[in-house]
Structures are given as C-alpha cells and as structure tokens.
C-alpha cells in the first residue's frame, strides 16, 4: 500500500503551496528554490494523474480537486503532528491542545486558568483561539469549545450552556442619561456586532419595543463590543453567561432581566477516544464543572 502513496514530502508541499497559493511563498517557508517547488508539485500531479493548480500568467488557483486534497492534507498534518507530539513526550509532560472562541477564553477562562494550572501541573496546556474555525473539532484539538445551534456528529459532545444575550452599559453612562424603561435605550447610541448585526431589533421585539437609536456602532468582536460599553460609548447586547465577570465588578451594568435567546449553546466537543486519555478527560471534567449549566 505504502508504494502507491505519493511522497509525504511531496504532500506537504502541495498543502503549503496550496495554502498560500503561492510557489514563491511556499519556497521561503520550506526552504527550497521556487522552482523545485513546482517540479514536486508537478510530481506529484503526474503520480496522481490531475491537475491540482490552474496555472495563470499572474496567477495561481486551485482545481476543485486541489481544494477538496488540501481540506484533506491540514486535516491529516495537523493529526500528524498532534501525534508525533504526543509520543513525544509520552514519558514525559503532557501537552492538551483547547480551541475556543476568543471571547470565551478571555472572560471565562482567564479568570479560572490558574486552577487548571495547579490541578495538572505536569501537563502543558496549548490555547488556540481561532476566530474561525474552518470545522467544528479541528485535527490538532484535543478539546474545542464550539457555539451551535445543535451537537456536533461523531464527537463526543456536552452542552456547557444556552447562547443569550441582554442590553448592558457602564454605570458612569448612567449616571450622564438614566435608563429607566426599554424606550430611554433611543435615546443612546447602541453598540453591536457585526456578527449578529440583527440583534438588537429581535431583542426589541420580545419587549415590544420600537427601535430608533441616535446612532449604532458595530464592531467585529464581542471583546471589543463589551470594551465599547465599559468606557460609556453606549449600551450593548452581550453574552449574559460570558459578561458575568464584568457584572460581578460593577464595570457592567445589565439593565433589564429580558434576554434574547439565539438558539445557540456553548459545547465542549473532543474525540471519543481522546476522552479516554487522562490529562485530557481530567481538563474535560473540569471544563464541565467550572462551565457547566450548574456552574
């Protein structure tokens, strides 16, 4: 079977080049010329019997097969890689890769991380905080923490809690303009994410609001968006679970009860047999703890 694979030299060339879509720029992070960039590319094309590349007089694009191989080949890399690690270092420290969502780590992580320090300590903890993720439970993730509208298939999964969202600002805003009733928002600017560019009109529908801000200013991460809101910019639409840090010390005020619910949840996601290995089931049961609807 191992005659009829192309070399793995080959491959990871093909998935550089891909990536950047460039012989060039690949060449400079392989350390090889250009041109034997493109005679392992077109090796490689032979052996398999396609076209990977669309080659232009400027240009350089993948074939839908190029695209379909180098979903492939990052997936089976960073498996690779995530492997080779752990073997690594099987008699020595361990290593649990965690992808989140930058927000998440920031507010509820952070706070918490020096637990999870004192209760492995003779384990590494890498954080990856991708803004996008291009699947659910990347290859080089041990853990992930996703937001969905539903569990992900073929994982073992854990719901962590339900996506809401409430109209907060900072007190010192109230004190220049009181918020007493849902209509005194208008009078405000509002701040938003780009992301749910719709969410302060479905939060003003559940209350029966007619929405007329003075102004909106959006913004394309929630970090961001709840910095806006703690410096008086205006009132926000944030994570009631994930501003609860910011609640609790007073920089945040959440001004009414009413929350609007997205359909999303938070779930903690991972392989059915990473599970079964002990630094990462015990990084589990607390992530389940510390973050759980019970929490």
């Known amino acids: ?140 993730a041990d853990v992930s923490i996703i937001v969905n509208a539903a569990p992900a298939t073929g994982l073992a999964c854990y719901k962590l809690f339900s996506q809401t969202f409430v109209p907060a600002c900072s007190p010192r805003l109230l004190l220049r303009r009181p918020i007493n009733t849902v209509d005194d928002i208008n009078a405000h600017t509002l701040i938003a994410h780009e992301a749910r560019r719709d969410g302060w009109d479905r939060w003003a529908r559940s209350v029966d609001m007619g929405l007329r801000p003075r102004k909106i200013v959006r913004f394309d991460s929630m970090d961001t968006v709840a910095q806006a809101a703690e410096h008086g910019i205006g009132v926000a639409l944030v994570s009631s679970r994930l501003s609860s840090e910011r609640f609790a010390r007073g920089s945040l005020v959440r001004l009414f009860d009413a929350e609007l619910t997205t359909g999303d949840s938070y779930f903690l996601v991972l392989r059915r047999e990473d599970a079964m290995r002990p630094d990462v089931r015990a990084l589990m049961q607390w992530m389940l703890e510390e973050f759980g609807n019970a929490a």
Do not use: C, W
């Not at 400027?58 to 498996?79: C, D, I, K, P």
């Not at 649990?96 to 920031?106: E, I, Q």
């Open 1 to 140: 079977m191992s005659t009829r694979l192309p070399s793995l030299k080959f491959l990871k060339t093909f998935q550089v080049a891909a990536a950047r879509l460039s012989f060039k720029a690949a060449a400079e992070e392989l350390f090889i010329t250009p041109s034997a960039v493109s005679h392992q590319i077109k090796a490689l094309e032979e052996r398999l019997g396609l076209a990977l590349f669309e080659r232009g007089p400027q240009s350089l694009s993948l074939t839908e097969a190029g695209r379909n191989y180098l979903q492939h080949m990052e997936t089976v890399f960073a498996r690779l890689e995530s492997v080779t690690e752990q073997l690594q270092i099987r008699h020595g420290r361990g290593v649990v890769r965690v992808h989140m969502p930058p927000f998440f780590a920031t507010e509820m992580l952070l706070p918490k991380l020096q637990s999870l320090v004192d209760m492995q300590p003779d384990t590494d903890i890498h954080i990856n905080t991708a803004l996008e993720p291009r699947q659910p439970h990347s290859a080089d």
